[in-house]
């Protein structure tokens, strides 16, 4: 049973920084690729940031620069490092993992940045 399990979020000043984790069970994030989504209120999820199984990675335009996956193989977690936060990055953020074609998600941790 794959299970992702999202922690990190809060609040933020504009400028700040968060880190964002995601721990799984269930599933090799090393063999496996696996991503990060947001849900802003009334918007539709949205795709942030990816990471293949061979290690490349992938960023929505909105986010290039400023956020940057990673992932520790030892501990089978993801993070988003998330620096020059924007009022416009809040948002609930989705843990994300594709194991042959089906889609695992977390519960999602909550990021708000103040102005």
């Known amino acids: 049973q794959v299970q992702l399990v999202e922690s990190g979020g809060g609040l933020a000043q504009a400028g700040g920084s968060l880190r964002l984790s995601c721990a799984a069970s269930?599933?090799?994030?090393?063999?496996?690729?696996m991503g990060w989504y947001r849900q802003a209120p009334g918007k539709q999820r949205e795709y942030v940031a990816g990471?293949?199984?061979?290690?490349?990675?992938y960023y929505a335009n909105s986010v290039k620069g400023r956020f940057t996956i990673s992932r520790d193989s030892a501990k089978n977690t993801v993070y988003l490092q998330m620096n020059s936060l924007k009022p416009e990055d809040t948002a609930v953020y989705y843990c994300?993992?594709?194991?042959?074609?089906?889609?695992?998600w977390g519960e999602g941790t909550l990021v708000t940045v103040s102005s």
């Open positions: 994300n993992g594709n194991v042959n074609g089906m889609n695992y």
């Open positions: 269930g599933i090799i994030f090393s063999r496996n690729p």
């Open positions: 990471m293949s199984s061979g290690g490349n990675t």
